[in-house]
């Protein structure tokens, strides 16, 4: 069973960083593209960013590029996000998705952690 | 970027009744169109990709079609574990889009 866990959420200050991890388990994590995707509670779904399984092609959303930074380690099968700059607008549940294949529809999403940038 | 509208916003049904939902793509996507339910709660499930092909695991109840720019998601008989909110996303072209979502009420 695919299990897909994030992490490294919390309440941080406008400006500041944060870096949020996703363990996963139950799948060859090498042979798939992974994505950040999130939600303002009670709105809709954002994408964020994707990252193909050998790290060489990352694609971001226009609102967060320059501040994040999407990576992998295939030894640990984890995902990592790394966010610097937050602004309010960047408060929401982040996801961890499995993409089914290249083409990057999710077959498979973590729970989320919940990231809250208030002053 | 491509702009994906759900419609209606809302719509309010009874356990039992067919029920349509709309997503329309400001260009073509193709069949590049995957649609997702999210329980209260809970993380998105996948229902559909390339359109019409239902994912693992989901009932034959769901059912998708479209191509291009007009794509619907059919529910034939509404259970009580259907009311969610549905959203349909693009994967055609980057960035990966999402619809606003169409919440499914009792």
């Known amino acids: 069973e695919v299990q897909l866990v994030e992490s490294g959420g919390g309440l941080v200050q406008p400006g500041r960083s944060l870096r949020l991890s996703c363990a996963a388990s139950g799948f060859t994590f090498d042979d798939f593209a992974m994505h950040w995707v999130r939600q303002v509670p009670g709105k809709g779904l954002e994408w964020v960013t994707g990252i193909s399984w050998n790290s060489v092609t990352i694609n971001y959303a226009d609102p967060v590029k320059g501040r994040f930074t999407t990576s992998r380690d295939n030894a640990k099968n984890s995902l990592y996000l790394q966010m610097n700059s937050l602004g309010v607008d960047d408060t929401g549940l982040y996801y961890c998705a499995k993409a089914a294949d290249a083409a990057a529809y999710f077959d498979s999403w973590g729970r989320g952690t919940l990231v809250t940038v208030s002053s | 970027e491509i702009i994906m509208t759900q419609s209606p916003a809302t719509l309010s049904v009874s356990p039992g009744e067919r029920v349509t939902l709309s997503c329309r793509a400001s260009?073509?996507?193709?069949?590049?169109l995957a649609w997702y339910h999210q329980r209260p709660g809970q993380a998105p499930r996948l229902l559909i990709y390339g359109a019409s092909t239902r994912a693992t695991g989901v009932p034959a109840r769901f059912s998708g079609s479209g191509s291009g720019t007009e794509f619907t998601l059919t529910i034939s008989s509404l259970l009580s574990e259907d009311f969610a909110v549905y959203y349909c996303q693009q994967y055609n072209d980057w960035p990966r889009t999402f619809g606003q979502g169409t919440r499914v009420d009792i």
């Open positions: 260009q073509s996507v193709s069949s590049r």
